[in-house]
C-alpha cells in the first residue's frame, strides 16, 4: 500500500490541490458491464476520509473508460448524469457511442460512480428487503398537496426514516458529499498521468458536482460543461425554488406541441387550444386525486399522474408515449394509458430518468444540505414557497426538504466559498434549455454569474439538459469546445433538429456528426 500526504484547507474560498503521490497508476482491465463501444474497467483506490489526516483508510473505487474512437487521444473527459445517485458507468458504457459523437471522438470518456452509490459507499438505509418492506411506511411519502393530512405525514415519515437511515449507514453518511466526491475525480486525473487537468461534462446533479470541482479547484480545470443547472446555493442551503420554475411553462408547451402535431399525438383529440385541452388535463387530475381509479388491478392516483408527467418532461422521445396515457386517463380507456406507459417503459433506460437503486439520492443530498428545521411550523413558509414555485411540480419538492431538515448526517466537508469570481484555467461552458421542467435556465445564469467568461448556451428545446432533445448546433458547439477550447458567443442561442412527436431520436443526427450507426455495437461485457 502507498502511504499518500494530504495538504488541504477545509475553509477559503478555493481548497488547495491534493498532494498526491502519481505511482498509483491505474491497471485497465475487462469490464463486466455492456456497452455501445468497446470499455475498460479498473478499481483505483483514494482515501476513505479526506479530512483524517492520521487516516490510512481507504476506499475502492471502480472505474469505467470508453477510449477515444480516434487517435491520437486528446486526454479524458469525466462523466456525471446526476441523481444525485444514478449510476455513471452503466449510463457511461449504455451511451459510448453517442457521447463520442458528441464530443468529436478524440478523447477517451470516463465514469466513476460516485461515493453512495453502485457498489462505492453503498447508501442504504434498511439492512435488507426484508427490513425495508417491513418498514415501509403506510402514508406520508407522496407529495404534499395530494390532501390536507400530507405536510404532517410527510414530515413524521421522513424523521423515521431518516433516523433510520442514520442507524443504518452510520459513519458512511458522513463520507458521500459531493466535495469528497471532486477530491476522487481529481485523484484520478492525477493517475491519469495526462496534464493534471480535468475535462468534465455534468447532467443535473452533475453540474452541482461540477459547480464544486470548479470551485474548489479553478485551476485545475480545464474544458467543463455544466448541463441542465441546478442553483449551487439553493441546492447547499435550503429550498430550491428555481429547479421546478419552468416547469408549467413546459407542461403548456408540450401541449401546444401536441396539439401542433394533431396526427402524431392522439392527445390532441378535438381540442382548438393549449389552454382547453390544459384545463381539461387540471380537471382530469383532481378529480383522480378525489377519487382514484383502478385499471386492471393497479391504482392510478394523483401521485401516479404527477410522477408520469415529471418524468415525461425530462426528453421529447417520451412524448408520444406520455400524450398516449394522459389521453387515455382524459377519455377513460385503460388500454390506451397502459399502452402509453409502456412505451414510457420501455424507454428506460436509454433515457436518462434518474432514477437510483439505492437511497444515495436522498444520502448525499440532505448530507450536502445545510438545513436542519425542529418542527413542520417553522418549515411551512419554505413548504408553500415550493409549492407555489411550480403548479405542477411544485408539492413535490417539500419531500426531500422535510427529509434534509432532520437529517442526522452532515457530510465532513462542504465546499466553503461563495461560488462567486472563480477564475478557471479555461471558462466554463453551461447549457440550459428554454423548457427545462427540472431545471430553469435560472440556474445557468446563476452559477455562470460566479464563473469568470463563462457562456451560457441556450438550447430552444424541450427536456431536462441537452440531451433532451436532439440539437446539431448543440452537439457542434460541444464538440469545438471540447477540441478547441473555443466557446459559444455570449448570449448564443440552438435551435432544437428533433420535433416533437415526429419519431425521430437522436441516433439519426450521428451520421451529420460524422457517426454511422450502424457501428454501434452491443458490446457484452467479459464477467
Ligand atoms: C449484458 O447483456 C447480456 C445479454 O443481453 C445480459 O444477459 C446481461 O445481463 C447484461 N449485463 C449487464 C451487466 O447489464
Ligand atoms: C475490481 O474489484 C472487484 C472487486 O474485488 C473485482 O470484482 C473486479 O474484477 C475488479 N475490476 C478490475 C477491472 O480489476
Ligand atoms: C493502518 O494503520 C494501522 C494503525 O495505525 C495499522 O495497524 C495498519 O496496518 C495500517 N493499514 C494499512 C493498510 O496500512
Ligand atoms: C460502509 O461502507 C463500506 C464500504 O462500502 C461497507 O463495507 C460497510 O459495510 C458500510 N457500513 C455500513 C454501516 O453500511
Ligand atoms: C435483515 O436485516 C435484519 C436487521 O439487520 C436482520 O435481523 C434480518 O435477519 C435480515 N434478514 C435477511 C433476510 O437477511
Ligand atoms: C370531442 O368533443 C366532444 C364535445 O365537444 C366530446 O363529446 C367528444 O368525446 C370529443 N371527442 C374526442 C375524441 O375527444
Ligand atoms: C382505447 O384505446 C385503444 C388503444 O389505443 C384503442 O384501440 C381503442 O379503440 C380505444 N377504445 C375506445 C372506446 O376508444
Ligand atoms: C393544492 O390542491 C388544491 C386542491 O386540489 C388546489 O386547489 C390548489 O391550487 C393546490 N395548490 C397548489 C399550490 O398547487
Ligand atoms: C443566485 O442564487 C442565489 C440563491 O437563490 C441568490 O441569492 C443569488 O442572488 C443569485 N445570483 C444571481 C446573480 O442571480
Not at 470508453?66 to 491520437?72: D, E, G, L
Not at 418498514?135 to 390532501?147: D, E, K
Not at 420535433?499 to 441516433?507: I, L, M, N, Q
Amino acid at each position: 500500500m502507498v502511504s499518500k500526504v494530504f495538504l488541504f484547507l477545509l475553509t477559503g474560498a478555493t481548497a488547495s490541490p491534493l498532494l498526491q503521490s502519481r505511482t498509483n497508476s491505474i491497471n485497465w482491465g475487462p469490464c463486466s458491464l455492456n456497452g455501445t463501444l468497446p470499455i475498460d474497467c479498473a478499481n483505483f483506490t483514494v482515501p476513505l476520509d479526506y479530512t483524517d489526516l492520521t487516516s490510512n483508510r481507504t476506499l475502492n473505487l471502480e472505474l469505467l473508460r470508453v477510449p477515444a474512437v480516434n487517435s491520437p487521444s486528446k486526454g479524458s473527459i469525466f462523466f456525471n448524469f446526476g441523481g444525485p445517485g444514478v449510476e455513471v458507468r452503466t449510463s457511461l458504457a449504455g451511451r459510448a457511442y453517442l457521447l463520442q459523437a458528441l464530443t468529436g471522438g478524440y478523447h477517451d470518456l470516463i465514469g466513476i460512480d460516485p461515493r453512495g452509490t453502485a457498489d462505492t459507499l453503498t447508501f442504504q438505509c434498511y439492512a435488507n428487503d426484508t427490513e425495508k418492506a417491513s418498514a415501509a411506511p403506510a402514508t406520508g411519502t407522496g407529495l404534499t398537496n395530494s390532501s390536507d393530512i400530507a405536510k404532517g405525514a410527510t414530515w413524521i415519515t421522513n424523521k423515521v426514516f431518516g433516523k433510520q437511515c442514520a442507524k443504518n449507514a452510520g459513519e458512511n453518511g458522513t463520507l458521500i458529499g459531493t466535495a469528497f466526491t471532486a477530491r476522487d475525480m481529481l485523484q484520478v486525473v492525477d493517475a491519469l498521468g495526462e496534464d493534471g487537468l480535468l475535462r468534465y461534462w455534468g447532467f443535473s446533479y452533475g453540474t452541482l458536482l461540477g459547480a464544486t470541482v470548479v470551485s474548489m479547484f479553478p485551476d485545475r480545470m480545464d474544458k467543463v460543461i455544466l448541463d441542465g443547472v441546478m442553483n449551487a446555493h439553493q441546492y447547499y442551503s435550503g429550498p430550491e425554488p428555481e429547479a421546478f420554475s419552468d416547469a408549467d411553462m413546459a407542461f403548456s408547451a408540450f401541449l401546444g406541441a401536441c396539439l401542433a402535431s394533431p396526427n402524431d399525438c392522439v392527445l390532441a383529440g378535438n381540442k382548438t387550444s393549449t389552454q382547453d385541452l390544459e384545463a381539461s388535463i387540471w380537471k382530469m387530475i383532481n378529480d383522480i386525486k378525489y377519487q382514484p381509479i383502478e385499471i386492471e388491478g393497479s391504482i392510478v392516483e394523483y401521485i401516479t399522474i404527477k410522477s408520469m408527467i415529471r418524468s415525461s418532461l425530462y426528453n421529447v422521445e417520451k412524448f408520444p408515449g406520455f400524450a398516449k396515457a394522459l389521453n387515455g386517463l382524459l377519455v377513460n380507456n385503460g388500454t390506451q394509458y397502459l399502452e402509453g406507459a409502456a412505451e414510457l417503459a420501455a424507454l428506460n433506460p436509454p433515457v436518462l430518468t434518474g432514477d437510483s437503486a439505492d437511497d444515495s439520492p436522498y444520502g448525499i443530498h440532505c448530507s450536502d444540505k445545510r438545513y436542519r428545521r425542529s418542527s413542520l411550523e417553522e418549515m411551512i413558509p419554505d413548504i408553500e414557497m415550493l409549492e407555489y414555485s411550480s403548479k405542477i411540480m411544485g408539492d413535490n419538492s417539500p419531500v426531500l426538504l422535510s427529509m434534509c431538515a432532520q437529517w442526522k448526517m452532515s457530510a465532513k466537508e462542504h465546499y466553503e466559498g461563495d461560488f462567486q469570481n472563480i477564475r478557471t484555467k479555461t471558462p466554463v461552458m453551461l447549457i440550459g434549455n428554454t423548457f427545462d421542467s427540472a431545471t430553469s435556465i435560472k440556474g445557468a445564469f446563476n452559477v455562470s454569474s460566479g464563473f469568470v467568461d463563462s457562456v451560457v448556451l441556450r438550447q430552444d428545446g424541450f427536456g431536462h439538459g441537452s440531451l433532451g432533445q436532439a440539437s446539431l448546433c448543440t452537439a457542434k458547439a460541444v464538440k469545438t469546445y471540447f477540441m478547441d477550447g473555443v466557446l459559444p458567443a455570449q448570449g448564443a442561442v440552438c435551435a432544437v433538429d428533433v420535433a416533437p412527436f415526429s419519431g425521430k431520436t437522436f441516433d439519426d443526427f450521428l451520421p451529420e456528426l460524422g457517426f454511422d450507426t450502424s457501428k454501434i455495437l452491443e458490446v457484452k461485457g467479459t464477467e
